[in-house]
């Protein structure tokens, strides 16, 4: 008997200010990525990453163009998709919180090289042809 693992559904946005973008400090994973998580149930992938932005990072964002997802297995083994937009700051300020204790502001070639994860920096890369 097989059993088939629940894909994780995920969203996020590439935050920008100018020219710069945001990326996020996580102490539990001691890592660089961008801001993103889970969407709720009947939550569509737009508003997912607009929340999850917001709780993040503070900041209120407008939506921008869809910059692609990435694909891989968290850390239970699970299959987990996490969509991305392009955005841009509307309000609000950052505070560190439960989940995010940094954020700072990069240029995206910064960014890339400051990003713990591979599937970040394609993201960063697809942003160039929206800048």
Known sequence: MSRTATM???AGGVVRRGDRVAVIHRPRYDD????????EPGETVEAAALR???EETGLVCRLGPRLGATRYRDRRGR?????YF???VAGGEFRP????DQMRWATPAEA???????GDR??????EPHS
């Open 112 to 118: 890339i090289e400051l990003v713990s994860h591979e």
């Open 8 to 10: 994780v559904r995920a």
């Open 52 to 54: 999850e932005v917001a």
């Open 122 to 127: 394609a993201i960063l890369r697809a942003l």
């Open 86 to 88: 392009a955005m841009t």
């Open 79 to 83: 299959p987990k998709v996490v969509d």
């Open 97 to 100: 919180n439960d989940e995010v």
């Open 32 to 39: 660089w990525t961008l801001p993103k998580g889970k969407l």
